[in-house]
C-alpha cells in the first residue's frame, strides 16, 4: 500500500472505490467527482444494483467506470442514505469487502480515497489507522490510497513508516 494526494477520478486501475450509500445515489464527495468525470451511467447503474440487492453498510457493490480510467467502481457503503454518519467499524468492514471483492473478481490495481471522512464525518485519524491495519498487509494486490486531503495522506503515511521501522 502507498498513499498520496491526487484526483482518484484520473488515477488509471483496475477499480477505483466510492464512497457509497445504500441506495446508488451519487450526490457530493468522491461519489459526486466519479459521477461528474465518469459519466452519468455510473450512478444510473449503482441506483439499479441498489434496488435490486439492497446493499448494507460495510458491503461493495460493482457498476462499470464509464469514461473514468478504470474497468469497475466499487462502491462501498459507508452509509445506508445519502448524508448519514458513518463509523470506523463500517469503514474497516467496508475495507475488507473490497479486498474480498477484489481477489473474487481477480483485479490487482485498486485506487481508494479516504473513504467516510467527509460526508460520513468519520474522523480522518481512525480511518487511517483502519487503512494501516486492514490494507497496509496485504501483498496480493497493489493498492494505492488516493485523495485530495492532505492530512489523511500524511496520517496513512506516517502510519507507513512508523510500521516500516518498527521491523
Known amino acids: 500500500m502507498r498513499a ?3 484526483d482518484l477520478t484520473m488515477f488509471e486501475a483496475d477499480v477505483l472505490v466510492n464512497a457509497a450509500n445504500g441506495l446508488g445515489i451519487m450526490g457530493g464527495g468522491v461519489a459526486g467527482a466519479l459521477r461528474r468525470r465518469g459519466g452519468v451511467e455510473i450512478e444510473e447503474e449503482a441506483v439499479r444494483v441498489c434496488r435490486e440487492t439492497k446493499p448494507q453498510t460495510g458491503q461493495v457493490y460493482v457498476t462499470g467506470a464509464g469514461r473514468l480510467p478504470a474497468r469497475f467502481v466499487y ?11 458513518s463509523s470506523p467499524e463500517i469503514v474497516e468492514q467496508c475495507l475488507y469487502s473490497v ?3 477484489a481477489r473474487e473478481q481477480g483485479v490487482r490495481f485498486i485506487g481508494i480515497p ?5 460526508v460520513g464525518r468519520v474522523p480522518k485519524i481512525e480511518v487511517a489507522g483502519k487503512y494501516l491495519l486492514v490494507l497496509a498487509p496485504v501483498d496480493d494486490l497493489d493498492i494505492t490510497v488516493l485523495d485530495i486531503d492532505r492530512e489523511f495522506v ?11 521501522t518498527r521491523f
Open 4 to 6: 498520496r494526494v491526487g
Open 75 to 85: 462502491h462501498a457503503v459507508t452509509m445506508l442514505h445519502p448524508a448519514e454518519r
Open 99 to 101: 479486498l474480498l471483492k
Open 114 to 118: 479516504a473513504l467516510g471522512t467527509g
Open 154 to 164: 500524511k496520517f496513512v503515511n506516517d502510519g507507513l513508516g512508523a510500521a516500516r
